[in-house]
C-alpha cells in the first residue's frame, strides 16, 4: 500500500509536421477536488498535485471525424470522459463522474476496461454511470452536451453492446431478481425491455453472426454451465425454448442430490435488505448448529440462481448439511449486484457492516432456524477469510469458532489497486486502516481459530499470517492453530491441499461446536 502515483501523459504525433504536442488537461472538472475523508484530519495538509491516473487510447466515431478519452483519477473519486480537439491539443469536457467513496460498477472501470463506443450518428458517445445509484446506459451529444439515460430502474445492466443493424441494444441485467441474469434487447434510443432468455439463473448470451440464434452459456443454482442453443425472439416470432447442446457433468455428479438454496431476505441492524442462500439439514440430522460462509473479493457476489464460482465451497456445504450443519452464504456490505450505495457500504471501515451483515444473519437463523446460538461457525478465504478474522475477534460472542484461509491481517500489507479505492492510503487516512485490519483486534479472540495460509500466496502474502501469528502468540492465546502449505498460491491447485483444508475446517467445526473429536 501507498504506492507513488503513476504520472500519466498523452501525446499526439503531427505525421505532416513531424512534431509532437502534449494533450493539454488542465480543464478538467473537479480537478482540484479535496476529499471529504480529509477532514478528519485538520492538522495534516491533503497533497496530490497531480491527480491524473490513467489515460486511455483515443475511441473513434465511425466516420474518423472525432474521438473521446476515458480518464481516471488516481485517487480513483473522478472519471471523465473528455472530446479530444486533435489540432489544438485540448479536450471538452463531456461526461464527469464522482463518488466521494470510489468510481466503480458494472461497466465502469479503470484501466481501459469500461463499456463506451460511439452511438450510430456519430455525434453521441454512449457509456455506463452509476448516477442514479445503479449502472445504466447514457448518451451524451457531443455538441450541445445533453444527456440521455437510456436504461434506468433498481437493477444493473452487463455488458452492453449494439446490434449489427444499429437498430437495438443487447444486453444482460438482473432487473426480476438480484440473482437472475437474463439477457434482453431494447430500442436504440432506449424504450421497453424484451427478455430474449426464460430460464431462472445466468444467460451469457453470445449472437451469431447474422444474430438469428443465440448461443447462451446457462447455469442454475445446483447444475454447472452448459451451452445450449435457441432462435433469436427479437427475429423469430415461435416460443421455442433453448436446447442444451452439452451434457459436461459425470455420472458420480449426477448421482448425488445436489440442493437448490432457499433465497431469503432479512432486515440488518441499520434497517438495510440482506439477500442471503440456506441450505437446511433434514429435520432427523439437525444438530442445531450454523455455519456462515462469507465470499471473497470483495466485490463479488454469491447469493444468485446460477452455478457459484465457489463451487468447491459449494460442495462442502453439501456435506455439512447431510452431517446436519445449517448453512448460510450472505451477500454482505460491499457485494455486487445491489447498487452503489451497497458497493460503497464498506468505505473506510472494512469489517463494518459488512461484518455486522454475517452477526444480523446470525441472529435471524436463531430466530427463524431453531439455531443453538453457541453453536455457530465461520469460514472463508482472501476477504471472507479477513471477515472471519474481525468476526472471531470483534464479535466472538456470536462466533465460537472460525477458519480463516489466505486472509488480509492488515490492510497496510496488501496491493494499492485494490485497497486505496476503499480505504484510501495509510499516510492520508490512516484511521481507516486502523479500524480495518485484523491485527489491531487480535486481543479479542474467545473461540477455537484455524488459520490457512499458502507460502506461496501471491495475492496475500505469507507474512500477513506470520505477523498475526506472532501477535497472538505476544497476546498468550492459545486456542488457535495454523496449517501451512507450502507449495500453495492464493488459489490453491493441489488436489491435497484442498481435502486436506476442508477436513481440518470440518473437524474444526466438530470439535468446537459439537464437542466431537475426530476419528482419523
Known amino acids: 500500500m501507498g504506492d507513488a502515483p503513476s504520472e500519466y501523459k498523452l501525446y499526439i504525433y503531427d505525421i505532416k509536421g513531424r512534431h509532437t504536442y502534449p494533450v493539454v488537461l488542465d480543464n478538467l472538472e473537479g480537478l482540484d477536488y479535496i476529499p471529504e475523508y480529509t477532514k478528519d484530519y485538520p492538522d495534516k495538509p491533503y497533497e496530490n498535485e497531480d491527480r491524473i491516473s490513467y489515460i486511455s487510447e483515443p475511441k473513434w466515431s465511425s466516420d474518423g471525424k472525432h474521438a473521446v478519452l476515458d480518464i481516471n483519477a488516481n485517487d480513483y473519486k473522478d472519471r471523465w470522459i473528455v472530446l479530444l480537439n486533435l489540432e489544438k491539443g485540448t479536450i471538452t469536457n463531456l461526461n464527469h463522474q464522482h463518488d466521494e467513496a470510489w468510481i466503480a460498477g458494472p461497466g465502469i472501470s479503470s484501466y481501459g476496461r469500461s463499456n463506451l463506443g460511439w452511438m450510430p450518428d456519430n455525434k453521441n458517445i454512449w457509456y455506463m454511470s452509476e448516477k442514479t ?53 431494447m430500442p436504440i434510443q432506449g424504450g421497453k425491455l424484451k427478455q430474449l432468455t426464460e430460464k431462472t439463473g445466468r444467460n451469457d448470451v453470445t449472437l451469431s453472426p447474422d444474430e438469428q440464434f443465440m448461443a447462451i452459456l446457462y447455469s442454475n443454482s445446483n447444475t454447472p454451465t452448459e451451452l445450449y442453443l435457441k432462435p433469436n425472439p427479437q427475429f423469430n416470432k415461435s416460443s421455442e425454448s433453448a436446447k442444451q447442446i452439452t451434457h459436461s457433468t459425470t455420472k458420480a455428479f449426477n448421482s448425488y442430490s445436489w440442493r437448490t438454496p432457499e433465497n431469503i431476505t432479512y432486515t440488518a441492524s441499520d434497517g438495510a435488505t440482506v439477500y442471503a442462500h440456506v441450505f437446511q439439514p433434514k429435520t432427523e440430522v439437525k444438530n442445531n448448529a450454523a455455519i456462515v460462509f462469507v465470499h471473497g473479493a470483495g466485490y463479488l457476489q454469491n447469493v444468485h440462481q446460477w452455478w457459484s464460482s465457489y463451487f468447491r465451497e459449494y460442495m462442502f456445504h453439501n456435506l455439512l448439511v447431510d452431517n446436519g450443519y445449517t448453512v448460510i452464504n450472505i451477500d454482505y456490505r460491499g457485494s455486487a449486484g445491489y447498487g452503489r450505495d451497497w458497493r460503497t457500504g464498506i468505505y473506510r471501515h472494512m469489517g463494518g457492516k459488512d461484518l455486522s451483515d454475517q452477526v444480523d444473519g446470525v441472529n435471524y437463523l436463531v430466530e427463524n432456524y431453531g439455531i443453538d446460538k453457541n453453536k455457530v461457525g465461520i469460514y472463508g478465504g482472501s476477504y471472507g477469510g479477513f471477515i472471519t478474522l474481525m468476526g472471531m ?128
Not at 455538441?143 to 444486453?171: H, M, R, V
Not at 491481517?409 to 487516512?429: F, K, Q, S, V
Request: proline letters at 4%; charged letters at 20%; hydrophobic letters at 35%.
Open 393 to 520: 475477534f470483534n464479535e466472538a460472542d456470536t462466533f465460537k469458532a472460525g477458519a480463516a484461509i489466505r486472509s488480509v491481517g492488515d490492510w497496510a500489507a496488501y496491493n494499492h489497486g485494490y485497497t486505496a479505492r476503499i480505504l484510501n492510503t495509510p499516510t492520508t487516512d490512516s484511521l481507516a486502516y486502523r479500524k480495518s485490519s485484523p491485527i489491531y483486534f487480535a486481543d479479542g479472540l474467545k473461540g477455537d481459530l484455524l488459520i490457512l495460509h499458502g507460502m506461496v500466496d501471491d495475492n496475500v502474502h505469507f507474512q500477513d499470517m506470520v505477523r498475526l501469528s506472532q501477535r497472538l502468540i505476544e497476546l498468550e492465546k492459545h486456542n488457535w492453530e495454523m496449517a501451512i502449505y507450502p507449495v500453495e498460491r492464493h488459489g490453491f491447485v493441489e488436489p491435497s491441499s484442498w481435502t486436506d483444508e476442508y477436513t481440518r475446517i470440518y473437524n474444526l467445526f466438530q470439535k468446537s461446536l459439537l464437542g466431537i473429536l475426530p476419528t482419523d
Open 133 to 185: 445509484g445503479y449502472a445504466h446506459i447514457y448518451k451524451t451529444n457531443i455538441s450541445t452536451k445533453k444527456t440521455k439515460a437510456l436504461t434506468s430502474g433498481t437493477f444493473e445492466i452487463y455488458n452492453p453492446f449494439i446490434s449489427k443493424d444499429q437498430s437495438l441494444w443487447y444486453f444482460g441485467a438482473n432487473k426480476n431478481h438480484p440473482g437472475d441474469r437474463q439477457f434482453y434487447s
